[in-house]
């Protein structure tokens, strides 16, 4: 008969921790998403060139343009593309107008790398860089990239 009370009292730990690891789980990955995923878009500007249009709604990040004009679009990527990095991929990717080469997504928006037409840009929660020089995040904010001498001209719309 002592047996069959410490069966039962197995099953009953065994159904309190499975409570907890779920309560915990959950709490953990509400945490990790609550900020929600980059949104990026690959379109092109009133001139025809191409640019990516990046939005973050939970930090108040919307409209980011960021041009390369005297590019060109490739030929596959006629019309926009938009692109959710809501979950994460194994690195080196291709994306219309270059490669992703670093993605963090374990708490998001996470850590974006992309290499384009010769630029590193890379999207972090508390700024964004372009070469390795540092914009802060302004919605409507116009950035223009030259390829020829690799300068960075904005504006903020």
Same mark, same amino acid.
């Given at each position: 008969?002592?047996?069959?009370?410490?069966?039962?009292?197995?099953?009953?730990?065994?159904?309190?921790?499975?409570?907890?690891?779920?309560?915990?789980?959950? %709490?953990?990955?509400?945490?990790?998403?609550?900020?929600?995923?980059?949104?990026?878009?690959?379109?092109?500007?009133?001139?025809? %060139?191409?640019?990516?249009?990046?939005?973050?709604?939970?930090?108040?990040?919307?409209?980011?343009?960021?041009?390369?004009?005297?590019?060109?679009?490739?030929?596959?990527?006629?019309?926009?593309?938009?692109?959710?990095?809501?979950?994460?991929?194994?690195?080196?990717?291709?994306?219309?107008?270059?490669?992703?080469?670093?993605?963090?997504?374990?708490?998001?928006?996470?850590?974006?790398?992309?290499?384009?037409?010769?630029?590193?840009?890379?999207?972090?929660?508390?700024?964004?860089? &372009?070469?390795?020089?540092?914009?802060?995040?302004?919605?409507?904010?116009? &950035? &223009?990239?030259?390829?020829?001498?690799?300068?960075?001209?904005?504006?903020?719309?």
């Amino acid at each position: 008969m002592k047996s069959d009370g410490f069966f039962k009292q197995l099953v009953a730990a065994f159904i309190v921790t499975l409570a907890i690891y779920i309560i915990a789980y959950r %709490a953990i990955e509400d945490h990790r998403t609550h900020n929600g995923p980059w949104q990026i878009a690959f379109t092109n500007d009133a001139s025809s %060139a191409p640019a990516l249009l990046i939005n973050q709604p939970k930090l108040a990040i919307t409209n980011v343009l960021i041009v390369f004009p005297n590019e060109v679009k490739p030929m596959f990527t006629n019309q926009a593309a938009a692109l959710v990095l809501n979950a994460p991929r194994a690195v080196p990717f291709d994306v219309p107008f270059g490669k992703c080469v670093f993605m963090d997504a374990t708490s998001m928006p996470g850590t974006i790398v992309f290499e384009m037409f010769g630029h590193e840009i890379q999207l972090l929660p508390r700024v964004l860089t &372009i070469d390795g020089v540092e914009q802060s995040w302004l919605s409507q904010k116009e &950035i &223009i990239l030259k390829a020829a001498t690799n300068s960075i001209s904005e504006t903020v719309k």
